[in-house]
């Protein structure tokens, strides 16, 4: 299985464990590959035909993409 890994701009790399879509936007759902408790998401923009990846506009979009993100996997079991 290839996971993508991103290097965010606190230069710490994360693990890409989810993208989800709402309301035309897309969105990065992250986890620190050293502490799976540090948990990133970033909204994917697209200029000039390339992605980026930028923060979040208010703690309001960060709950309502962890609540889809909940929504999405809550029937599944951990696999440890």
Not at 31 to 39: L, Y
Not at 41 to 69: G, H, P
């Amino acid at each position: 299985m290839n996971i993508d890994v991103i290097t965010l701009e606190n230069n710490l790399n994360y693990l890409v464990v989810d993208t989800l879509l709402n309301e035309n936007n897309k969105y990065l759902v992250l986890v620190n590959k050293d502490d799976e408790q540090d948990i990133a998401i970033r909204k994917v923009i697209k200029k000039e035909d390339r992605e980026y990846l930028i923060k979040l506009d208010t703690e309001d979009e960060f709950e309502e993409v962890m609540s889809m993100f909940y929504d999405k996997h809550k029937g599944e079991k951990n696999e440890e």
